[in-house]
């Protein structure tokens, strides 16, 4: 029961700062995120703990504890470290992707697809989560996934931020249209290729994201 009331405040508190109902530089403390939820400041305190080994809070000793701020710096490592796990799997998924898992690809493409009116940001994320998680699942990385899971932090708010632009999500279910359509042939050469493009257009979305909102990011000389 503890176990449970941990893990569901770490991930409530989690998704909040992923979907900026907790904004960068936002001070939170055990006694503010018990009362949000209800809870005691034991669950509260761990969560906290716990999101500041992922890069997602600051804690000052004796001072104060804040959601942190964007690191660039750090975000262009994450978005490395998952372009270079990801597109070396490709090889993988395409010789052990059955019929089934592109069924699923297809379906979470719709289900994206339904998503992606402004009411259906946070669950859109998910679903782009998931999408990636069937390469991944049928790649056998598991350990690729639960990296990507817990330390792609940074990298992931200014995915989230991104995804905003309907023109972006646009882009994405277009990218994975293209991404399933490589898979079905099972042209491991086009699939590599598509990943490449989709996953590598990070910087040009991050530096549209920085100027909307200058003040979610660290300073560059932090």
Not at 33 to 49: D, Q
Not at 201 to 221: A, L, S, T
């Given at each position: 029961?503890?176990?449970?009331?941990?893990?569901?405040?770490?991930?409530?508190?989690?998704?909040?700062?992923?979907?900026?109902?907790?904004?960068?530089?936002?001070?939170?403390?055990?006694?503010?995120?018990?009362?949000?939820?209800?809870?005691?400041?034991?669950?509260?305190?761990?969560?906290?703990?716990?999101?500041?080994?992922?890069?997602?809070?600051?804690?000052?000793?004796?001072?104060?504890t804040l959601v942190s701020r964007i690191n660039l710096s750090r975000s262009r490592q994450e978005w490395y470290v998952r372009y270079t796990l990801e597109t070396g799997m490709c090889a993988q998924f395409i010789r052990n992707a059955s019929p089934e898992t592109i069924l699923k690809m297809e379906r979470n493409l719709r289900q994206m697809e339904q998503a992606r009116d402004e009411a259906g940001q946070a669950s859109y994320l998910v679903l782009d989560h998931e999408f990636h998680d069937l390469i991944y699942d049928a790649s056998g990385e598991r350990l690729a996934k639960e990296i990507i899971h817990t330390q792609v932090t940074h990298y992931d708010r200014i995915r989230f931020l991104t995804d905003r632009a309907p023109l972006v999500r646009e882009k994405t279910i277009h990218e994975h249209r293209q991404l399933i359509a490589a898979a079905r042939k099972k042209d491991e050469g086009l699939f590599e290729e598509c990943l490449r493009a989709h996953l590598g257009?990070?910087?040009?979305?991050?530096?549209?994201?920085?100027?909307?909102?200058?003040?979610?990011?660290?300073?560059?000389?932090s």
């Open positions: 029961m503890e176990k449970n009331l941990n893990e569901s405040t770490y991930e409530r508190l989690k998704k909040e700062i992923m979907t900026f109902a907790l904004v960068p530089g936002e001070a939170i403390s055990a006694a503010k995120i018990a009362t949000r939820y209800g809870v005691s400041r034991t669950p509260a305190r761990e969560a906290i703990v716990k999101l500041e080994k992922e890069g997602l809070v600051d804690i000052y000793p004796q001072s104060k257009r990070v910087k040009e979305d991050q530096e549209m994201i920085r100027q909307q909102y200058p003040d979610y990011f660290e300073n560059e000389e």
